[in-house]
């Protein structure tokens, strides 16, 4: 039994030493492949990397040149907000200061120079339209006087007393107008009323790319209070204007009745609610819009309409007996369209 054992197991412990060897040699060959292999994997490895950091450098280079993009937009608005804050304050400030008719239709035509490319403006007279002054026009001196039954466009505007919009043409602005504006049927101009003392004095004329329609709309209103506060226009004797509500029975207050001093202070006042709603339709035109719809024009400007509100209260109504709510009364003429419930049922209603 020994003989046989010690027999086999130099045939055994050869065989086992041949597997060890040959599963080393095996192993040594798999350590060398990959040892080989590292090179290739790091290089595929460094270039993923590489690809993945260029990816997020790129995304955050769009996200910051979006960022700056939108951030010099945004300043550019501001300033072109601020630049045409400046013009129209300055023109409004020029048009205020205006002691007669001259002098308020020459800062209306400087000003509507600005934002325009050609203005002119036209004295309404009798069905007549006189032709006061022009900006950049080179032959108004050739136009004379213009009957407004020949000139649709400004005998709609006239009518309606709103801004008009219409084509060039000989058959929108008559042939001698068309003349001296050069007719062109695929060009357009506007029409914008300055409406003084209940009936239009004078019509803006307006054309070219840059023409800003709000902006002239809001000068010829306050060229309209003005119109209608200048010590150089007579007012007819009577009943105030655009009186609707007063301390006193109207008959006490009529005009010839007032003293020099109370008239200018009725002027003033009217003038300065006219400014204000002037200036509420247009810095807050969307608000307007959005107070009509619902029927709560006083919710959608409560702001605006108690801060002006507060001042005429103080500048006014404190300060004259015989004073009326003018800027109750533009409020509803030019805000609520001559709706008085428009405004909604949380508005105060009247000062006085």
Not at 51 to 65: F, G, H, K, S
Not at 192 to 198: A, K, T
Not at 256 to 281: C, Y
Not at 330 to 342: F, I, M, P, R, S
């Amino acid at each position: 039994m020994s003989e046989t054992k010690s027999a086999f197991s130099p045939t055994a412990e050869s065989l086992v030493r041949q597997e060890v060897d040959a599963a080393y040699r095996e192993q040594l060959r798999q350590l060398h492949e990959l040892i080989s292999s590292w090179p290739l994997e790091i290089e595929r490895a460094f270039a993923a990397a590489k690809t993945d950091a260029i990816a997020r450098v790129e995304q955050r280079y769009q996200v910051l040149l979006q960022d700056s993009i939108l951030a010099a937009r945004q300043q550019a608005q501001t300033q072109a907000v601020g630049e045409l804050v400046g013009k129209l304050n300055q023109s409004v400030r020029c048009l205020t200061a205006s002691e007669n008719e001259g002098r308020w239709r020459e800062a209306l035509l400087d000003a509507a120079q600005g934002f325009s490319g050609r203005a002119a403006l036209f004295d309404v007279r009798r069905g007549i339209l006189q032709l006061h002054g022009t900006r950049n026009v080179p032959e108004d001196g050739q136009l004379f006087d213009v009957p407004v039954a020949s000139a649709p466009a400004f005998a709609s505007a006239i009518d309606t007393r709103d801004t008009i919009v219409a084509v060039r043409t000989a058959g929108e602005m008559s042939a001698e107008l068309a003349r001296v504006f050069d007719e062109a049927g695929d060009q357009k101009f506007y029409l914008f009323p300055v409406v003084g003392r209940g009936h239009v004095d004078a019509l803006l004329y307006a054309d070219g790319e840059r023409t800003q329609v709000d902006s002239l709309e809001l000068l010829t209103r306050v060229a309209g209070a003005v119109a209608a506060g200048s010590p150089s226009v007579s007012h007819p004797k009577g009943e105030l204007v655009n009186i609707a509500s007063a301390r006193k029975p109207l008959e006490d207050q009529s005009w010839s009745a007032l003293s020099e001093e109370e008239r200018d202070m009725h002027r003033k006042a009217q003038r300065f609610a006219r400014v204000q709603v002037a200036s509420i339709r247009l810095y807050k035109s969307d608000a307007v819009k959005n107070g009509r719809t619902a029927g709560g024009l006083y919710t959608s400007l409560k702001e605006e309409i108690d801060s002006a509100r507060g001042v005429f209260r103080r500048d006014f109504v404190t300060k004259s007996e015989t004073m009326v709510d003018y800027l109750h009364l533009e409020l509803v003429e030019t805000l609520a369209n001559n709706d008085v419930d428009l405004l909604g049922s949380d508005y105060p209603g009247p000062l006085v």
